[in-house]
Nanobody, 124 residues
């Protein structure tokens, strides 16, 4: 099994910064991609940023230039550095991990695992 745990959410003023962390653990054979999604009240969950195993990165247009996704491959951890946050960034942020897992008894199998989410509130 794979466990995904986010941390780093909280209260921040507009223009401020926040860094989210997400750690994946368990019988991980390899990670294909790690991503941050967010869901604001009354809205659909949306992809904020994603980083692939080849280090390619994709960003939501509205966060380009403000947010940066990075990964510590050795620790299976992904970060989201959020700079110049705005009220519209208020949401629960979720980490998603696409990975191959193996218990050593057969071929690795593909899993998609979500974290529980961490709340980011931007207020003035």
């Amino acid at each position: 099994q794979v466990r995904v745990v986010e941390s780093g959410g909280g209260l921040v003023q507009p223009g401020g910064s926040l860094r989210l962390s997400c750690a994946a653990s368990g019988n991980i054979f390899s990670i294909d991609a790690m991503a941050w999604y967010r869901q604001a009240p009354g809205k659909e969950r949306e992809l904020v940023a994603r980083i692939f195993s080849d280090a390619q990165k994709h960003y939501l247009d509205s966060v380009k230039g403000r947010f940066t996704i990075s990964r510590d491959g050795a620790e299976n951890t992904v970060y989201l550095q959020m700079n110049n946050v705005q009220p519209e960034d208020t949401a629960v942020y979720y980490c998603k991990v696409d990975a191959f897992v193996s218990d050593g008894s057969g071929a690795p199998r593909y899993v998609v695992v979500w974290g529980q989410g961490t709340l980011v509130t931007v207020f003035s």
